[in-house]
């Protein structure tokens, strides 16, 4: 089990860690005319924050628990990727994009197993 775990959070971390990069240094509005539409709704810094803890909750889910250093920290982290997740899923539905769910909800249910799991 603790395999699979460790599994599914380096998975998380690739997934998180890749997307929040992309925020952080791609500009907002030609990641909001492909695939980032909600990109439009956010201004700079609201996309920019988005990116950055979403790099940070991806250095959490492995470092705490990876150098035994205060590991409820990747609970934690998991608990707020899961956030993070719900926010997604909310701003397709209300941008009317039903389609884009499967991933964030796929995700969202990834980083509960870690949450659960980790406390």
Known sequence: METALWIVQALLAAIFLTAGLTKLTQ???TLAAGP??????VNDQQFRTIGL???LGAVGLILPAAL???PT???LA??????????AIVTH???GEPERLVMPILVLVLALI???ERF
């Open 73 to 75: 920290l990747t609970a």
């Open 53 to 55: 803890l979403e790099v």
């Open 36 to 41: 980032m539409s909600w990109a439009a709704e």
């Open 78 to 87: 998991a608990v707020g990727l899961a956030l993070t997740m719900v926010g």
């Open 27 to 29: 500009p907002r509005l």
């Open 114 to 116: 870690v949450a659960i």
């Open 93 to 95: 539905l209300r941008m």
């Open 68 to 70: 035994g250093i205060a």
